[in-house]
């Protein structure tokens, strides 16, 4: 099991330089301390933790402007390449600079990544400043557009969207959307428009169906994740609408909500989950949903939304 996390404490931040030292400028000879720059106070860091809490993978995200934001210092240890754990890091940056308003990302990378980053979105579209003095590098734009979030697991996530399109057919009328997985963090977007009531904001209860959909949609991808099959059902909710949705509908369900444990389920035992989804308007937060679902034993593959 791996997680994102972001480096808060000084033995974090010890761990992460170190790994970004060794992975970047120890095989150039270059001393500890060369793998920091003048943006680690401003800089948004990630880092990917295995079950023991070994630093594996890590990156760092800054704002060029306020449009324009840079990924740099990206690196998955040799041992844990090509499992999706780049992605991953990138997946958890490019959410950053999406809920920071960003319209492009930019970085320079080693000729060796260039098929990484073009996999996460990002074209070429010059060449970039030499490296360490000899390693090549080129320079890659990636513009932020409704379409193109980087989505761990696609496959997962077209299954999700279906799921939600044919078994709730509303949902497709309310321009339900998966936006954005990233292995820790899912967010849906809706269509204003689809949704407005008398007043020009958003009816509350698409905002419920909204979020529901979003749990529910969180709990699907957890137990894709976990290789588990289950029945997932809302068992009780309650939501707080503090503002009203006047632009951007968006639901974002982060896992460190998530309260609850799979393992019941491989028993053949059903088991409840508690779990927050923050909806936003833009980049408001503007409600927030509290849902126990639970997760049911099924024996054969379909699994259906309820509400
Ligand atoms: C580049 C690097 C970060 C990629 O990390 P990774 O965890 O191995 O990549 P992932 O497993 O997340 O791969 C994501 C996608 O990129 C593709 N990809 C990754 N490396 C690739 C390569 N060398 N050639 C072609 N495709 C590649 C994968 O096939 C995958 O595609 P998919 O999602 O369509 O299946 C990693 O190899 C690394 O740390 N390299 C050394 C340090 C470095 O060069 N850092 C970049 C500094 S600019």
Known sequence: MYRVETPVTEEDFEKYFQFRWVMLRKPWNYPPGSEKDEYEQVGHHRMVTDASGQVVAIGRLHFNTPEEAQLRHIAVHPDYQGKGLGKLVVSALESVARSEGIERIVTNSRELSTPFFQSCGFEVVGEGTTELGHLKREQMVKKLTEMNAVMLHPKWCKELQETWHQAIPISEQMGIKLYQYSG????????????????????????????????????????????????????????????????????????????????????????????????????????????????????????????
């Open 184 to 307: 820790r963090t899912l967010e849906a977007r809706a269509s204003l428009n689809k949704n407005i009531n008398l007043h020009g904001t958003m009816f509350a209860g698409s905002i419920f169906s909204l979020a529901t959909l979003t749990g529910w949609g969180m709990l699907f991808l957890l137990l894709k994740e976990k290789g588990l099959k289950g029945e997932i059902v809302l068992g009780d909710a309650n939501i707080h609408y503090h503002k009203p949705v006047t632009m951007q509908p968006r639901a974002i369900c982060q896992i460190e909500s998530l309260d609850g444990k799979f393992e019941p389920l491989s028993k053949g035992k059903k088991c409840p989950f508690r779990l927050i989804v923050e909806l936003h308007d833009q980049h408001h937060p503007v409600a927030e949903f509290k849902g126990v679902y639970w997760v049911l034993p099924v024996e054969d593959t379909s699994e259906q939304p309820k509400h």
